[in-house]
């Protein structure tokens, strides 16, 4: 897992004004949202900077984490429930990128879009420090809820509470 979270490390890194790499710090309650843009395993391109209007929820999975694995199904009902132009919930995998076809094979049981964490283009977002994780973003683009960490699970009870009032 430390290789895995190892390498996860450099797709997070950017930039700093001297010209050398330096860490952004993990998404904060009330702060904008990463600048995340990728391609999902159907092809569609998600770039959370262009989804003013939506609240999006983006859950960081892994095919091996078994806490990641159990709450997949109260997401992929949330999601269905919700589904609308106002709201999209996104899986991104921690998985490497040679394991695309296990995290395609997962996926094919869900509804939602996923994506390769790997893959993506991120921005101002470090490597989370445990799976998983999942963040509530608001239509303006501020995280307004943190999920993962605690030792307990995720349920559709909380996902609700912090999605609910903001659609």
């Not at 003013?52 to 960081?60: C, D, L, Q």
């Not at 049981?109 to 790997?118: K, Q, V």
């Not at 921005?123 to 963040?135: A, F, G, I, Q, S």
Request: aromatic share 6%; charged share 20%; with cysteine.
């Amino acid at each position: 897992m430390r290789s895995i979270l190892g390498k996860l490390a450099l797709a997070f890194v950017i930039g700093s004004s001297s010209g050398l790499p330096a860490r952004a710090a993990e998404p904060r309650l009330g702060a904008p949202a990463p600048a995340i843009t990728v391609r999902t395993l159907g092809g569609q391109e998600i770039d959370l900077t262009r989804l003013e209007g939506k609240v999006v929820v983006v859950n960081i999975w892994a095919t091996w984490c078994a806490p990641c694995r159990a709450e997949m199904p109260m997401l992929n009902a949330f999601y269905l429930q919700h589904e609308s132009g106002d709201f999209l919930l996104i899986g991104l995998s921690a998985d490497r990128s040679r394991d695309k076809p296990d995290v395609i094979k997962v996926m094919n049981g869900f509804g939602y879009p996923a994506a390769l964490l790997s893959e993506a283009r991120v921005d101002k977002l470090n490597e989370p420090r445990v799976l998983p994780m999942t963040y509530v973003i608001d239509k303006t683009g501020i995280v307004r809820a943190i999920f993962g960490g605690t030792g307990k699970p995720l349920t559709a009870q909380l996902l609700g509470d912090a999605v609910k009032p903001l659609l």
